[in-house]
């Protein structure tokens, strides 16, 4: 297991404002309440003369091909602004694949259940608030964006990456039925998960970390 870490390269001067915003969805986050909230979010889109394009995902690992698709059209020295609309796991997907990290100034507006990146980040945990600070920042933020790879298989991630125990626990938490449960039944959710996991033999893994500077 190889992990690598990149930084994204949009520290410009200035942002064209012509720049198009890419937004890949997932109408299905938070037990299908995302589609509610991006219809909301796509009417303030709209009241102002915004260009975008949107992007819906359908299934699980449709966000990491809409997100290469995307990006690989991405012309010479140029950049787009791809907002990803959903949980954690739609950051992961969408940053995942894009082609090339540097030329994608990212955001995210969470719709969610954990939305552990807008914690981690400090940015705002309502959607629409979420979509003023997109629209109204001039100078975007440096962010590293680690990438990992294990044989032919490779990722990015954004929050966090882990093997063995707490990789099968996250795992069984976002499997279960109960994820749709309400937020107060989680701290259960996670302790029924917790019984469930068996003791799994890992291969070796090396970490190797470039450093950047």
Request: glycine share 8%.
């Amino acid at each position: 297991m190889f992990v690598n870490f990149c930084r994204t390269c949009y520290d410009k001067e200035n942002i064209r404002e012509e720049l198009m915003y890419y937004f890949i969805i997932n109408p299905n986050s938070r037990s299908g309440k995302g589609a509610l909230i991006w219809r909301d979010l796509e009417n303030i889109l709209r009241e102002r003369n915004i260009k975008y394009q949107t992007f819906f995902t359908e299934y699980k690992g449709h966000a990491v091909k809409l997100s290469a698709s995307i990006t690989a059209s991405i012309p010479e020295d140029s950049q787009i602004k791809l907002i990803a609309v959903g949980g954690d796991g739609t950051i992961q997907e969408v940053l995942s694949g894009v082609k090339d990290i540097s030329r994608v100034i990212f955001g995210y507006i969470p719709t969610g259940s954990g939305n552990d990146f807008c914690r981690s980040m400090k940015l705002p945990q309502d959607p629409m608030k979420a979509l003023e600070l997109i629209l109204s920042d001039k100078r975007p933020h440096l962010m590293d964006v680690p990438h990992i790879s294990c044989g032919s298989n490779s990722s990015r991630f954004a929050i966090s990456c882990g093997i063995g125990f707490d990789a099968a626990v996250c795992h069984e938490v976002g499997v279960t039925p109960m994820k749709k449960s309400p937020e107060q039944n989680r701290p259960r959710q996670t302790g029924l998960s917790l019984c469930r996991i068996e003791t799994i033999a890992f291969p070796e893994a090396i970490f190797y970390d470039t450093a950047h500077g």
